[in-house]
């Protein structure tokens, strides 16, 4: 069991059923009154972010992600396989399942596989990934006063800001939590 006074950023924990992780938290002790602890919670299957203040002796079970390295092979319609690089075992995931960032996940790369007590709810791509730029419009020389970018599309079909100077066929890295332009790869 978990106390609340234990929280730190990340723990994961079961509350009503449902398992949230902390993305804040803070120790509150008021000159008058009893402590408290103030948090920011994100139910880890929904996606759905709540706020929400605690005693500090209230208790909660610890709930136990299980993160696990898989291989996205391909999709086939609505569905996303991933395999299992120790034991080749293929899992089919729905669209829903996947995150917003797994837009810059090309075939064949590794990504994190999320699930509680057997059952699938996410996925966590690499941090950053490099790719090829398929489309983008030509800089022009003077065009530089200030840091000023222009949309690209990259080869899996994402859409982000870059500088200038890219070109179509650069390869870029991305950070794939922010979707932003890292540098050149």
């Known amino acids: 069991m978990l106390s609340a006074g234990d929280f730190r950023n990340g723990l994961t924990f079961e509350m009503d059923g449902s398992v949230y992780s902390v993305v804040e938290f803070q120790h509150v002790k008021p000159g008058k009154g009893a402590a408290f602890v103030r948090t920011k919670l994100k139910n880890v299957i929904t996606g ?9 002796t ?8 299980e993160r ?17 690089k120790e034991t080749f075992e293929q899992i089919p995931l729905n669209k ?23 059952n699938v709810f996410g996925i966590e791509p690499p941090t950053f ?21 222009k949309p690209a599309t990259l080869e899996t079909g994402a ?10 066929g650069d390869m870029i890295r991305v950070d794939t939590r922010t979707g932003e332009y890292m540098e050149r790869a």
Request: glycine share 4%.
């Open 58 to 65: 209230d208790k909660f079970p610890t709930a136990y992600v």
């Open 159 to 168: 859409t982000i800001k870059v500088p200038l100077f890219i070109n179509e």
């Open 96 to 118: 829903d399942q996947l995150s917003d960032n797994f837009k810059f996940v090309k075939e064949n790369m590794d990504c994190k596989i999320l699930s509680y007590k057997g």
């Open 68 to 84: 696990k390295d898989m291989q996205y092979l391909y999709n086939d319609g609505d569905l996303y396989y991933f395999m299992d």
């Open 129 to 149: 990934v490099e790719l090829q730029v398929t489309q983008t419009e030509p800089g022009f020389k003077g065009d530089t006063a200030t840091n000023a970018t």
């Open 48 to 56: 759905a972010v709540i706020e929400k203040t605690f005693s500090p």
